[in-house]
């Protein structure tokens, strides 16, 4: 006779079974790092626009929106197979293959660069209308602020002036339904990997965007309490965030501390999100969860129908989540602390969870020394390497032991960074100060600044801040959140950012190169966002470098605008020879360590892979892991509505909904 125990399994699996058969939907619930640290209560993820910046963060955006190319790290040849060129790391995505005209633009480097896109068949976007090349050229036309006519007028150009491929795009047609046209006023090499970014040329449904003849625009820009007008357009937003991507986002679960919530459909996200560009909910109402649905005519056949993203306190309360069974995916470096993710990537034989770690960097983590403020020689930024040098490793074999050791600003194995691993050691170049330049020539505090919610910054910080101390250098600590960092970074250019009454806010920042798909052309490009162009970056790097003593700003500027223009390879390379080799014998950027991926799943996800970008996660290839008891039992409970016990020493499941009415809770013989 059958024990209880066996009994149960015995029905459950049968259940489990007929739950499949009856097409039940499978949940998956994430916590990714955004840009503000781990997603943290109180935080947001903005409209969801796609041509928008923040408060829209990259990854939900990236499951929702598709460019015409993807970056893809495990290729460098590109999708021709030939190392060197203009598609390095570059993959088909809304479009299938291109051809350019850079025969032509190589016997006559004043022809205009052409990129001829052949777009992918068969894609609809999530409100079932169809893509092709009339909706490519309405998303330009929204982007770009102009109809995409030869010489004519771009409202947005200088909104999207952080990347190269806005100040060279000249015109963009529809050649044929499934044919689209880029046209560039020169040779811009950096064109299709710059097309591969989250962001702004991701593609949304033409039906949300709104409408240029009455000349309003699909970004979001308010000051004095108004919408911008750049160009007759006034800045609107979209209407709902509807991507081709392999999921949709369908509300936000708003909640309050007294336990009361509501959902919030997406058509509502930009009403919600417009007014100065901020959030903004019911008194006390805070996102608790967004939720995504799978979008079944996605060629990638994402399994999962549901995806839930959720937001959490503390990043102890992550680490708790997954431990009870509450939480599925962690991903992202900033989602733990390093000790917690060594504690669960070392969990013994029995363990619920599984620790992953990317085999490839990230970008690299640095401290900022900046050029423009109290240390504005190159010795005082060696004198101050120098002390901070050392104690790099120290980081090295505790807090960031997971990652790997950088002595350059940049990975050497990216497109153009060949030269860096040629160049001095950091103690090398430290060493070269003039002698007379002491501590004592400091005189004042330095002000140190960096984001106080993000758990590496804070023990690097405090690793820096302990070694200038006993170098007998004062600091004072500017600890802040993401808004108020790059709040700082602009205070150099001045209340209307034009570069009058502005003042240099702080001395030395922890800051961090953006990765592929951006270093190092599009990160160098916003280096030279700010005093050159009236727009600030809102990145440290651009402040730093203002001041440099062996190049003035302006030659700097017009050398790395120039470097994707440049049709000779040979000539290209030594123009990126030349930039990096300043940059780093001026002694701005002290590199810390190239960051490395890492998550935490649970057992019940199979599937798991890592992302090329750092916020790039692949939802579509993760699927429940058959073939357990533990995957049954919790398939079964999470499709009927349980959820698990905060004890986790049992296997107990407390009841949320009815749904199943045989199935008990908190069985003795379960103990």
Not at 120 to 139: I, L, M, S, Y
Not at 154 to 173: E, N, R
Not at 357 to 371: E, I, K, M, Q
Not at 593 to 606: D, M
Request: glycine share 8%.
């Amino acid at each position: 006779m059958a024990t209880p125990m066996v009994a149960r399994v015995t029905l459950l699996l049968s259940a489990y079974m007929l739950v499949l058969s009856d097409a039940a939907e499978t949940t998956l619930v994430i916590t990714p790092s955004v840009q503000t640290g781990f997603f943290k209560i109180g935080h947001d993820i903005g409209a969801l626009n796609p041509h928008d910046y923040r408060p829209n963060e990259f990854v939900s955006n990236d499951f929702v929106f598709e460019g015409l190319t993807a970056w893809d790290g495990e290729h460098p040849k590109g999708a021709d197979g030939v190392a060197g060129n203009e598609d390095d790391y570059v993959a088909p995505s809304l479009a299938v293959s291109w051809v350019t005209n850079l025969a032509a633009v190589k016997i006559d480097p004043a022809t205009p660069y052409e990129i001829v896109f052949t777009l992918r068949p068969g894609v609809q976007f999530h409100d079932g209308t169809t893509w092709n090349a009339f909706a490519a050229k309405a998303n330009f036309d929204q982007i770009m602020g102009g109809y995409g006519l030869p010489g004519g007028s771009k409202a947005m150009k200088g909104m999207h002036d952080w990347l190269g491929f806005t100040q060279s795009l000249d015109s963009w047609d529809a050649v044929s339904t499934m044919s689209f046209k880029l046209t560039f006023t020169t040779f811009y090499e950096a064109a299709l990997r710059e097309l591969s970014f989250i962001r702004p040329f991701r593609m949304i449904s033409p039906s949300a965007l709104p409408s240029m003849a009455d000349m309003e625009l699909s970004h979001v820009a308010f000051r004095g309490g108004e919408p911008r007008v750049f160009g007759g357009y006034t800045m609107r937003g979209v209407k709902a965030p509807i991507g081709t991507g392999p999921y949709m986002v369908i509300d936000k679960l708003l909640s309050t501390e007294s336990g009361s919530s509501r959902r919030l459909p997406a058509a509502e996200f930009n009403a919600t999100c417009y007014q100065d560009d901020v959030c903004t909910y019911n008194t006390n109402e805070y996102v608790a969860e967004v939720l995504f649905k799978k979008f079944t005519n996605h060629r990638k056949k994402p399994i999962y129908d549901n995806v839930i993203m959720r937001a959490y306190s503390t990043v102890e309360d992550i680490k708790t989540a997954l431990l009870d069974g509450s939480l599925d995916v962690a991903y992202g470096v900033q989602t733990l602390s390093p000790s917690a993710f060594l504690s669960l990537a070392t969990a013994g034989e029995g363990s619920s969870v599984v620790a992953h770690r990317a085999p490839t960097d990230l970008n690299t983590r640095h401290v900022t020394l900046n050029s423009g403020g109290q240390l504005n020689t190159p010795d005082l930024r060696k004198l101050v390497m120098g002390i901070l040098a050392p104690g790099r490793q120290v980081l090295y074999d505790g807090e960031l032991a997971e990652e790997q050791p950088m002595e350059t600003l940049f990975d050497p194995a990216l497109p153009h960074c060949g030269v860096l691993s040629t160049l001095s050691s950091i103690e090398t170049l430290a060493a070269s100060k003039d002698p007379s330049v002491t501590a004592a020539s400091i005189t004042q505090p330095l002000r140190f600044i960096y984001n106080k919610d993000v758990p590496h910054q804070q023990m690097i910080a405090a690793k820096v801040v302990s070694d200038l101390f006993l170098a007998g250098i004062q600091v004072d600590v500017m600890p802040v959140d993401k808004d108020t960092y790059n709040a700082r970074m602009c205070d150099y250019l001045g209340p209307n950012e034009d570069g009058v009454n502005g003042t240099h806010s702080w001395d030395i920042a922890y800051s961090e190169t953006w990765g592929p798909p951006y270093d190092p052309t599009s990160k160098l490009w916003d280096m030279t966002h700010g005093l050159a162009s009236g727009w600030c970056s809102q990145e440290a790097d651009a402040p730093a470098v203002s001041n440099m003593a062996s190049m003035p700003l302006s030659t700097f500027v017009n050398k790395v605008r120039t470097l994707s223009s440049i049709v000779d390879q040979t000539e290209r390379e030594a123009a990126y020879t030349e930039v990096l080799t300043v940059l780093h014998d001026e002694a701005i950027f002290l590199p810390l360590t190239a960051k490395r991926q890492i998550a935490v799943t649970n057992k019940r996800v199979s599937g798991f892979q890592f992302g090329y970008m750092e916020y790039d996660l692949p939802l579509a290839p993760l699927y429940p892991t058959p073939g357990t008891i533990e995957a049954a039992w919790t398939y079964l409970a999470r499709a009927a509505g349980w959820l698990p016990c905060k004890n986790g020493d049992k296997r107990r499941l407390v009841r949320a909904t009815g749904k199943f009415g045989w199935a008990a809770a908190g069985d003795d013989d379960d103990k």
